[in-house]
């Protein structure tokens, strides 16, 4: 028996996926049961488009009618044909600007096409967003040069510790830009006002789902706006730990099928005990 909720939406690493990168089979039994329900099942991510579609056609998304926000908000796809129905991109301007400024503070900086990841260098944090999506990684020369196109996001990339001295810096020289943390090695650039809660309130009035009947899991800084936005938010037990407080509910952990938790609580209505933050 679902509870009324209509829209169930999920990001991906550290949250409804292993350590391994894969949905558990349980997960993946609990989201084809709720969407048997009738609920949408959403996956928001910060991934590229491409280094998400493997995992929303194995959860039968195209079937049941469903979409991907992709990018950190700067995508919507619907999953019935895989089109395109909602993009936001730095300019070809933005995308330099920012690559200046990451030089000048000794940060990596990557951008993407639609089917490559660009850099000017290759680091260990970099090889994680390769292994991750598993796009292909063009390393070039001139990165300016080579990125005279829009691109949806940048990352920049470096030692945790490093990032966080960087950020406010970024934020303040970059004002009209979103920024935030994916992981802890991973600072993300997007477009003015653009973040999941904002892509997922449009999406929500084109399906005409209403926000009280929105659940969203996550686990981090990039997931904390559409959190906060859905009628109940919920974070999965290895949260950032200053993000702890900030849910209605916590959840076992990526590794231990919070997801499937969510579902069999507030859409199956299986009695369990939850952490109420």
């Known amino acids: 028996m679902n509870l009324g909720y209509k829209m169930l939406v999920l990001d991906m690493d550290d949250t409804l996926l292993t350590d391994d990168h894969i949905i558990s089979e349980r997960n993946k039994e609990m989201l084809l049961k709720?969407?048997?329900?009738?609920?949408?099942?959403?996956?928001?991510?910060?991934?590229?488009?491409?280094?998400?579609?493997?995992?929303?056609?194995?959860?039968?998304?195209?079937?049941?009618?469903?979409?991907?926000?992709?990018?950190?908000?700067?995508?919507?796809i619907d999953m019935v044909d895989e089109s395109v129905i909602y993009s936001q991109s730095l300019t070809v301007q933005n995308i330099h600007d920012l690559y200046d400024f990451a030089t000048k503070n000794n940060v990596d900086i990557i951008t993407y096409s639609s089917d490559s990841i660009y850099s000017e260098s290759h680091s260990e944090y970099i090889q994680v967003e390769i292994d991750l999506t598993k796009m292909h990684f063009d390393k070039v020369a001139d990165f300016k040069k080579a990125v005279d196109f829009e691109g949806v996001k940048c990352i920049m990339l470096a030692d945790p510790s490093k990032l966080q001295?960087?950020?406010?810096?970024?934020?303040?020289?970059?004002?009209?830009?979103?920024?935030?943390?994916?992981?802890?090695?991973?600072?993300?650039?997007?477009?003015?006002?653009?973040?999941?809660?904002?892509?997922?309130?449009?999406?929500?009035?084109?399906?005409?789902?209403k926000r009280e009947q929105i659940i969203a899991v996550?686990?981090?800084?990039?997931?904390?706006?559409?959190?906060?936005?859905?009628?109940?938010?919920?974070?999965?037990?290895?949260?950032?730990?200053?993000?702890?407080?900030?849910?209605?509910?916590?959840?076992?952990?990526?590794?231990?099928?919070?997801?499937?938790?969510?579902v069999e609580k507030f859409i199956l209505k299986t009695e369990m005990h939850l952490e109420v933050v």
Request: net charge negative; glycine share 10%; proline share 5%.
């Open 34 to 76: 709720a969407q048997d329900e009738g609920v949408k099942v959403v996956l928001a991510s910060g991934r590229p488009t491409p280094a998400m579609l493997s995992y929303a056609r194995e959860l039968e998304l195209d079937r049941y009618g469903s979409y991907i926000i992709s990018y950190n908000g700067g995508e919507i």
């Open 165 to 209: 001295e960087v950020k406010p810096l970024l934020e303040s020289a970059f004002p009209e830009l979103s920024v935030s943390f994916s992981k802890p090695f991973f600072l993300e650039v997007t477009q003015t006002g653009i973040d999941k809660a904002a892509t997922l309130a449009m999406l929500a009035e084109t399906t005409g789902i």
């Open 218 to 262: 996550g686990n981090a800084g990039n997931d904390l706006s559409m959190v906060e936005y859905a009628g109940l938010g919920v974070w999965v037990d290895n949260v950032t730990p200053e993000l702890r407080s900030k849910a209605d509910v916590i959840v076992a952990s990526n590794n231990d099928d919070g997801v499937a938790e969510v």
